[in-house]
């Protein structure tokens, strides 16, 4: 069964670096997403990208974060200078039809950890 | 504020007996609605969704009941396995074409 694959799936920083997290939506999906889980707490939504652009985002998505999707397989987020409260679990998404009618597949995601 | 919420965040269950948890949404305008159960070190796994246009839909061992007229969702697992332990959200689209929000999860813990 065709999966959402994230790279890595931990990654250790030091305050105010920049970090990437990397994934590969399945193959035939249109829609991307990216989402993040503080221990413990819900799934939060980040942001939605189609058609090479960013379609909605939320508060958490601030100047400090970016998407991009490089080529035609991998799909990133950049967080530009990370703070000690970026640390989450980052979920990527990937949707064959727009999230809000279809299910959206999840990744394992990136264990982010500032120090 | 909050959208999506749950009424319990622990849930325990007999092995082998049927689980009902719940959920309830705020936003009207919601209509799609998906369960995912998260295992631990794991991302979200899709179960099962359902569109405001019915008030019930089954799978496999799931079925899934939404009542519009006070909001509230939720999810029947029957005769609950070992491997049904995990954290279950509920999400709403809030009418949106672009995006899922989650609901804060409940914890299913099967007792042998």
């Known amino acids: 069964e065709p999966e959402v694959t994230q790279t890595p799936s931990h990654q250790v920083t030091q305050m105010g670096q920049e970090v990437i997290l990397r994934c590969v939506p399945i193959s035939n999906h249109l829609y991307f997403y990216w989402y993040r889980q503080i221990l413990g707490q819900k799934v939060e939504f980040l942001v939605s990208f189609y058609n090479n652009e960013i379609s909605e985002k939320s508060e958490i998505f601030d100047d400090q974060f970016s998407v991009e999707r490089p080529d035609g397989s991998n799909f990133t987020l950049k967080i530009r200078s990370t703070k000690l409260e970026d640390s989450a679990m980052y979920f990527c998404?990937?949707?064959?039809?727009?999230?809000?009618?279809?299910?959206?597949?999840f990744g394992s995601g990136t264990q982010l950890s500032v120090l | 504020g909050e959208s999506v919420g749950l009424h319990l965040p622990t849930l325990s269950v007999q092995e082998g007996d049927n689980s009902i948890i719940n959920c309830a949404y705020s936003n009207s305008a919601s209509d799609y609605f998906i369960w995912y159960k998260q295992e631990s070190g794991k991302g979200p796994q899709f179960i099962i969704d359902i569109r405001s246009n019915m008030d019930k839909r089954q799978g496999q061992r799931v079925t899934v009941l939404l009542n519009k007229t006070v909001k509230h969702l939720s999810l029947q697992i029957a005769a609950t396995q070992p491997g049904d332990s995990a954290v279950y959200f509920c999400?709403?689209?809030?009418?949106?074409?672009?995006?899922?929000?989650f609901g804060k999860g409940t914890r299913l813990h099967i007792l042998p």
């Open positions: 999400a709403e689209n809030g009418n949106r074409d672009d995006k899922i929000i």
């Open positions: 998404a990937s949707s064959e039809g727009s999230g809000g009618s279809e299910k959206l597949f």
